[in-house]
């Protein structure tokens, strides 16, 4: 556990935080980012430089006048747990400030649908790979989990599935992992990595879809990551779009997640190959829900007449979903992001069918439809942007930035 010490001034944590999202800047840069002053900024960053946790990068390209001398985070200094979850698996990694996987990334078997075991086996897991990486804990900042579900981020709640009786799962993992842990839907973590890295870090408004087991959606608006008034917005699964279509697991008729997911398109491959349909998907048959899924993306890209065709019904509808949310929210982009990215090229064209069919011209003209390149990494990069959005004094009581141990008596007073 760290130790606490009197320099915790939040101008260190924010420093920390925007050179994780813009990688290499300048005192300028960073003045303009946090709107301090440059010589209150450049005081700051002596004492992080001397404290170990930046370094100096040399200086800007020229344009004309001096060239700034540019800063980034030293990679091996800090550390967050990164954890992304869906509904038959999780993915364990610990990443460094500039996003690369130190440890490899772990894929645990975790069901977690009507599996009372499924939040202890989470907790091993975690701490496991933590054991097994050989990282200091006194390194790792905190861990950030993306999950499937109706989760309130802000009480750390998930209403769907890792019951907890009504208390916060996030204090419960703080606690049995000894860092802070921070929790959210899955899809909301997708959106953040496009929006800070990806596709859509150039739009202020943008929808990204989360396209996996369940369709997912986070949504940007004015530059910020929308939750709604209890974190469950997004919930693009739901949306009815046939009245005599198949039974969603959540009770109702017709629901898109039951029509058109990754779960669903595996579930009408299968139910074709044993009506007869010909597919070289009929070679796997004995494999799980997940390896279908994976071999059926593959066999698409390969050209499978069967699999096309089914990923193409299946984007059509999403496209459709897509229309009445283009109505509503007016994006100017929407981003095909998560495992499913992986047929993106495949699957845009019967969804911008759908769009122009279905939406108003002027409207559907004006959105960009575009594939996401993080693809099946966005929910674990999210996650690390998850713990540096909630980076601070107030978080963390107990953090290497403000641990005599880590930062020594560099500085007696904080900028």
Known sequence: MFEVSENRSPLYYEIIR??????????????????????????????????????????????????????????????VVTIAMDQLSTRIGIVDMRNNYVSGVEVVELKLLNNPQALATLVNAISGHIDKSGIPREKIIGAGIGMPGLV??????????????????????????GMQVFIDNDSSLIALAEHRFGKAKDFRNVMVI??????????????????????????FSHIPISEKGSLCYCGKQGCLESEAS?????????????????????????QNQLAIGNSLMELANQGDQYAIELFMEAAYKIGRGLSILIHINNPRAIVLSGRGAKVGKLVTAP?????????????????????????????????AILVMEHFSPENFAYSAISSRKIGNKIANTAP
């Open 210 to 235: 989360n396209m996996g087991w369940g369709i997912g959606l986070g949504m940007i608006i004015n530059g910020q990551l929308y939750r709604g008034d209890d974190g469950f917005a997004g919930e």
């Open 262 to 286: 990754l779960m669903a398109v595996a579930d009408k491959a299968m139910q074709g190959i044993k009506n007869g349909r010909l597919s070289r998907l009929a070679f796997l048959t004995d």
């Open 351 to 383: 969804i911008q069918q759908a769009i122009t069919s279905y939406c108003i011209p002027r409207l559907a003209n004006n959105t960009e439809l575009l594939v996401s390149e993080f693809g099946y990494e966005a929910e674990l990069t999210g996650a």
């Open 18 to 79: 925007q050179l994780y999202y813009g990688r290499v800047m300048s005192c300028t840069d960073l003045s303009e980012k946090i709107s301090k002053s440059i010589p209150l900024v450049t005081t700051a960053i002596n004492y992080l430089i001397k404290s170990g946790f930046v370094e100096k990068q040399g200086y800007a390209p020229s344009s004309g006048g001096r060239r700034p001398l540019m800063y980034a985070l030293k990679q091996d200094r800090l550390f």
């Open 152 to 177: 309130n981020a802000q009480d750390g709640i998930n209403y769907s599935y890792l019951a907890t009786n009504g208390r916060s799962l996030s204090q419960h993992l703080s606690n049995a992992l």
